[in-house]
Nanobody, 126 residues
């Protein structure tokens, strides 16, 4: 499966962005999906995750109430809406796919995910 992330950019604090992840090669509904981010010199950490059917989501505490993950399995796409952006949200954002059964809990670690996109840069100026 191949993942292609897009939608990043340079914005000001308080602005919004929508990131998109296109899934190809396999039907996206076979995978739980996650968005991770990595700032220079820091570890890659989870931002949000969504179950295969979209009914369950997880958010890192730092983005709860500001970011929203969603998916459209008919279009094989996963989205991350970033609202009320802060300079500390600046990072490369990666989408990832986790091949899990429907009832498995959402992965929160990068090593739990099987496939990765190339990343899209988000820069938030103050």
């Amino acid at each position: 499966v191949q993942l292609q992330a897009s939608g990043g950019g340079l914005v000001q604090a308080g602005d919004s962005l929508r990131l998109s992840c296109a899934v190809s090669g396999r039907t996206s509904s076979q995978y739980a999906m996650g968005w991770f981010r990595q700032a220079p010199g820091k570890e890659r950490n989870i931002v949000a995750a969504i179950s295969r059917g979209g009914g369950t989501t997880y958010y890192a505490d730092s983005v709860k109430g500001r970011f929203a993950i969603s998916r459209d399995n008919a279009k094989n796409r996963v989205y991350l809406d970033l609202n009320s952006l802060k300079p500390e949200d600046s990072a490369i954002y990666y989408c990832a796919a986790d091949r899990i059964i429907m009832t498995a809990p959402l992965g929160r670690r990068a090593d739990e995910y099987d496939y990765w996109g190339q990343g899209t840069q988000v820069t938030v100026s103050s």
